[in-house]
């Protein structure tokens, strides 16, 4: 036992007077020390930050997207067809999420409309789309809405709709008030694009032109196959005529459509007054018959 102290002293010793005779070698040692702990500690300072800076605002909150990551979900088909594709809602947090699912712009149906996603789950929600077979080809939009927790997204929907573009349009059942004035007419969509039409209104009578009102936009459009029937103001028809009324309809792309009707104008007022020239006119006639009978019967002078 006092071998070991005693050899515990002179290894006491030995490291003092190695200490004693390198005193600035002690100092360096501590102050490397230092330096390692402060670079080590600023490191895991910065690194800290970056992950902050990194995480995405609202990271911890519930979303809503198309599988796969895509931007926005996108459908392409032909009139007539359904078209499939699927929701991913995910739940980060640490209770179940009750998610409600709609469509707005387009006809959507969900596999589910109300979804249930456990805490730190996704869930992928199958939805399709049906196109119409009236629905013309080209682009349309739509949005798909996932509502939970006093919170609503939105995923866009672009469908496109296959098929050749036809624009064509008639003009039907042209009728017109004879008390009024009124043209009531038809317009039909019978091609396969959506139409904004214009009319022109032109009005023959016996004497000639009673109405030429030129073509002009209608405050209306029509999808394929839609009809819309409308009233063509007169307010000055004539009182006393036969006439003619042609109707054309135009349309970016589509052939003018043309379409006519007659009518017979005859006012009470205007009736009275031709009957009234009427028997003018006869009374006229018989004078004048009367004056001619008068002249032949009358015997001629004797002569000197």
């Keep these: 036992?006092?071998?070991?102290?005693?050899?515990?002293?002179?290894?006491?010793?030995?490291?003092?007077?190695?200490?004693?005779?390198?005193?600035?070698r002690r100092t360096e040692d501590r102050s490397e020390h230092r330096t390692a702990a402060r670079t080590g500690l600023t490191a895991a300072v910065v690194a800290l930050l970056g992950a902050v800076a990194a995480a995405p605002?609202?990271?911890?909150?519930?979303?809503a997207a198309p599988a796969a990551g895509?931007?926005?979900?996108?459908?392409?088909g032909p009139a007539g067809?359904?078209?499939q594709d699927t929701l991913s809602v995910t739940n980060p947090g640490a209770a179940p999420l009750t998610v409600r699912l709609t469509g707005q712009g387009a006809p959507v149906?969900?596999?589910a409309r109300t979804v249930r996603v456990p805490a730190r789950t996704r869930a992928d929600v199958p939805f399709a789309v049906t196109v119409t077979s009236d629905t013309p080809p080209g682009e349309h939009r739509?949005?798909?809405?996932?509502?939970?927790?006093?919170?609503?997204?939105?995923?866009?929907?672009?469908?496109?709709?296959?098929?050749?573009?036809l624009a064509a349009l008639t003009v039907e059942d042209v009728r017109?008030?004879?008390a009024t004035g009124d043209l009531r007419y038809t317009l039909v969509n019978r091609g396969t694009t959506v139409l904004a039409p214009r009319l022109a209104v032109r009005a023959e009578g016996l004497l000639g032109t009673l109405l030429d009102r030129p073509d002009r936009p209608l405050p209306l459009t029509l999808r394929p196959g839609e009809r819309a029937t409308r009233t063509e103001p007169w307010p000055d028809p004539p009182a006393l005529d036969s006439v003619?009324?042609?109707?054309?309809?135009?349309?970016?792309?589509a052939a003018p459509a043309t379409a006519r009707a007659e009518a017979a104008f005859a006012s009470g007022p205007a009736l009275s007054a031709a009957a009234g020239l009427l028997v003018a006119a006869a009374a006229g006639a018989g004078y004048a018959v009367r004056r001619r009978g008068k002249s032949r019967t009358q015997p001629a002078p004797e002569a000197p």
Excluded at 143 to 165: K, Q, Y
């Design 70 to 76: 895509r931007p926005y979900a996108y459908l392409e």
């Design 142 to 165: 739509g949005t798909v809405r996932a509502a939970a927790a006093d919170r609503e997204v939105r995923v866009d929907l672009r469908l496109r709709v296959s098929g050749p573009r």
């Design 176 to 178: 017109v008030d004879g």
């Design 57 to 63: 605002p609202g990271a911890g909150e519930w979303t």
């Design 1 to 24: 036992m006092r071998t070991a102290d005693r050899a515990g002293r002179r290894a006491a010793a030995r490291w003092e007077r190695r200490a004693a005779a390198h005193p600035r």
């Design 81 to 83: 067809s359904v078209l």
């Design 244 to 253: 003619t009324v042609r109707l054309t309809a135009t349309a970016p792309g």
């Design 109 to 111: 149906s969900f596999a």
